[in-house]
């Protein structure tokens, strides 16, 4: 599976009308938060670091902890919506800082434990479970197996760009061991499960289960 992290600049967190977050304390958190955003891309950029740079992001992940304590355990699901539009952006935001690489051991794992906090209020996906799908769906596809032929077009407003997404992409390899893994599982499946009248779906198709596996990988990349 292709594993590509670019280092990005520090987006400024925008801010949106909310439903399920405290309005207005969560609006002065952010211009907060975008101040010390600033400061960390001037720092970046001037090539200071050490103690001055680490104090910011250290600034920067308590402002983080504290959205995120004010959101609900679920936040709402819909891309379009204030709440998970911001939720990303904070997302976003941990990814960046971790590379910054910037502040202590503690601080890191710190960000690294608040991004899986928030992956898990954005999405609703078992990552065993969506990959194991999809592992499925390539290997009938690579067998020349899939009865679907309908192309389906999937966009949205957080959809990353093909440079910078992280997707999905088997080796042969990597098929050929889920098969020897799961023969037993796989035959089950294409005896009782498929048919002429089914269609079969790549799980990955599927916008925000694309988006999820992207930002699973990319914080993995940060495991300490």
């Known amino acids: 599976m292709d594993i590509k992290i670019q280092v990005i600049q520090i987006n400024q967190v925008n801010i949106y009308k909310f439903s399920a977050f405290p309005e207005e304390r969560i609006k002065n ?3 907060e938060l975008n101040v ?13 670091s050490g ?8 600034n920067s992940l308590a402002k983080l902890k504290e959205i995120s304590r004010l959101a609900p355990y679920k936040i709402n ?10 939720g990303i952006d904070l997302l976003e935001s941990v990814v960046a800082l971790l590379k910054t690489d910037a502040g202590h051991n503690s601080t890191q794992k710190n960000l690294l434990d608040l991004g899986c906090d928030l992956l898990e209020k954005l ?8 990959v194991n799908g999809s592992l499925l769906y390539q290997w009938l596809k690579s067998k020349d197996l899939i009865r679907n032929h309908t192309i389906i077009h999937w966009g949205g407003v957080y ?3 093909p440079d910078d997404k992280i ?8 098929l050929e061991s889920f098969y020897n893994r799961n023969q037993q599982k796989i035959h089950e499946y294409m005896v009782f499960d498929m048919n002429d009248n089914k269609e079969e779906s790549n799980p990955m198709s599927d916008q925000q289960a694309s988006d999820y596996y992207h930002y ?7 495991e300490i």
């Open 29 to 31: 958190i952010v211009s």
């Open 36 to 48: 010390h955003y600033d400061k960390i891309n001037n720092y970046i950029e001037a090539g200071i």
């Open 51 to 58: 103690d001055t740079l680490n104090l910011e992001v250290i």
């Open 77 to 86: 699901i819909d891309p379009y919506s204030g709440d998970f539009r911001l």
């Open 123 to 130: 999405y609703s996906f078992s990552f065993d479970n969506l």
């Open 159 to 161: 959809e990353s760009t």
């Open 167 to 174: 997707r999905f992409k088997p080796t042969e390899d990597e």
């Open 216 to 222: 699973h990988q990319v914080l993995k990349q940060f």
